[in-house]
């Protein structure tokens, strides 16, 4: 798995760790396109591809998505704290 967790800085920016970085094939100066959802954000490269309209296109069903049992073991392990 190589979901991670990040911090917000002060600027609204967030430093993606090198294992996330090298798992994704994200190099520096590469462009990513951000996309908002209930609740968080996703991150996919902008290289080669366009975009329009929704999810569909980067074949993300949020209900199938590993990223939500990380972030279910979070909010348990948070609550437990």
């Known amino acids: 798995m190589t979901e ?3 911090v917000v800085d002060s600027k ?3 430093v993606l760790e090198k294992r996330v970085r090298t798992a994704a094939g994200i190099v520096k100066g590469e462009r990513l396109v951000a996309v908002p959802f209930a609740g968080g954000v996703i991150l996919a490269s902008a290289a080669g591809k366009r975009f329009a309209g929704s999810l569909n296109r980067l074949g993300f069903r949020e209900e199938d998505h590993e990223a939500d049992r990380f972030l279910a ?3 348990k392990s948070d609550a437990n704290s």
């Open 4 to 6: 991670s967790t990040v």
């Open 73 to 75: 073991k979070l909010t």
């Open 12 to 14: 609204y920016r967030v």
